[in-house]
């Protein structure tokens, strides 16, 4: 009963993954961990910013004494430097630029692997299908040498270059399978539920729309995501000078309020006291409670006085305090001003410019590798499609049909001149399919400099490329 509800399981899932085409290729890079990092970071980095309207800020206390009868709060704050929010309005933004700009070159590294996997297997495929037609053309140059070893003209030394070449064509048609199977594997990493591979050539542009589109050469501009990232550098490192400079410019140290407390039970004052103080009806006389004050005591023990006859002495006695002090009196405000006659500014002004002409030297010498590059791969690609063209003519010619009556007439009945002018056709073709890798490596190059893979939307880079 397993097998049977197993069976239609199988068979959708073997029908929901299906052959691997450039478009699954293609959009298999927006699953990427790698494009899923950059994304959140460049999110990250865009996302509004909050304004910031002081350097720092802290809640200051004081105790004034360990008797804990006085309390001093204060909430201090450092306001920005002069300068420092334009800085930092800048360097938010260079960042801003830079970090999208390094999402499109993220986003163009990946989908230039994806590109360059699947160029190579439909080029390695090709190869393969030239190398087995060349093993079979080889194979009958082998049959033909065996059933002219008996006569006069067999040459021994043609039939060992034969076998050697059918070893070396094995050998290639083994390294074929292999580079095919290892292609497979690693776009299984990033199409892992697909059922085979259909991946054409008709998705690839041709020759002669890569030459008409190269034809007027690729200028470098700012669009270009290596250039914008350059730019978004150098944006940031002269904001960052400038933030560095703005620092110097505090001249407002930090600006406090506070409020000083005072509690009345707690709060006690030494006071000069005389006999007539604390005797009869002084404020600080007997206590009806409790006999003689704690202060008669006090003043006895000080001054040996009991009464206030005769008594010119005083004493420093311990006695409570109040806090008498309006309302607006127990608050304070703190300031602190910098004196800048004495700095020089001069310093912060040369490193200021200083670092702008670093930031600009840097920048342009990125533009310039950058152009440097893309005029070389230009170059490179526009002189490889010319060679191509000479090989391809000479393939068209030798198996068009008029040429090869010809050389028949002309070869006479000798089948191994008929071999070797197909087989040298064949090689001209490989030769032409091996120059088409080499181009398409190389405008892909291009490409991923020009910021092409990086545009969003597009279904084929390839063919809309530097339109």
């Known amino acids: 009963m397993k097998r049977f509800v197993a069976l239609p399981i199988m068979l959708s899932a073997a029908l929901y993954a299906g ?248 709060m006690e004052k030494y006071k000069t006291l005389y006999a007539d103080d604390v005797y009869g009806t002084g404020f600080y006389g007997p206590n009806k409670n409790d006999g003689d004050s704690t202060y008669i005591k006090e003043f006895k023990k000080k001054t040996g006085c009991t009464s206030v006859a005769g008594c010119n002495a005083s004493a420093d006695l311990l006695v409570p305090d109040k806090d008498n002090r309006k309302t607006a009196d127990k608050f304070f405000v703190n300031l602190a001003f910098r004196l800048p006659f004495f700095d020089s500014g001069k310093d912060g002004d040369l490193k200021l410019q200083v670092a702008k002409l670093d930031a600009e030297g840097d920048y342009l010498a990125d533009v310039r590798d950058i152009n440097q590059k893309v005029a070389r791969l230009t170059e490179e690609v526009l002189a490889m499609i010319g060679q191509w063209k000479v090989q391809k003519e000479y393939v068209q010619q030798v198996n068009a049909s008029g040429f090869m009556e010809q050389f028949a007439i002309n070869a006479g009945s000798d089948p191994l001149l008929l071999l070797r002018a197909k087989e040298s056709s064949l090689e001209s073709d490989m030769k032409a399919v091996k120059l088409e890798y080499d181009i398409f490596v190389r405008y892909l190059e291009l490409l991923n400099y020009a910021g092409i893979l990086a545009r969003e939307g597009s279904v084929n880079h390839l063919r809309e490329a530097l339109k």
């Open 19 to 266: 052959p691997l085409t450039w478009d699954r290729l293609v959009q298999s890079a927006q699953t990427d961990p790698r494009f899923e990092a950059a994304q959140k970071r460049s999110e990250a980095t865009s996302s509004p910013r909050n304004t910031k309207l002081w350097d720092k800020m802290e809640l200051r206390y004081q105790l004034d004494g360990f008797s804990f009868a006085k309390h001093d709060f204060e909430l201090r704050m450092s306001p920005k430097t002069f300068g420092e929010g334009s800085a930092d309005r800048e360097r938010y933004e260079a960042n801003k630029a830079y970090e999208r700009a390094r999402f499109g070159v993220e986003r163009s590294l990946l989908l230039y692997d994806r590109y360059e996997r699947g160029v190579r297997y439909v080029m390695r495929k090709k190869i393969n299908e030239i190398n087995k037609q060349l093993l079979q053309v080889n194979a009958d140059r082998i049959e033909v040498l065996h059933l002219k070893s008996g006569s006069a003209s067999f040459n021994p030394e043609d039939l060992m270059a034969a076998l050697e070449k059918g070893a070396t064509l094995k050998a290639d048609l083994l390294s074929d399978s292999t580079a095919l199977r290892d292609a497979e594997l690693k776009m299984k990493i990033w199409v892992p539920d697909f059922d085979g591979v259909d991946l054409d050539s008709s998705f690839l542009p041709t020759m002669d729309e890569l030459a008409q589109n190269l034809s007027n050469g690729v200028e470098v501009n700012e669009n270009f995501p290596l250039v914008a990232m350059a730019r978004g550098k150098r944006d940031a490192e002269v904001a960052q000078a400038k933030q560095d400079v703005s620092k110097g410019r505090d001249y407002i140290s930090h600006i406090g309020i506070g409020y000083s407390l005072q509690i009345e039970s707690r």
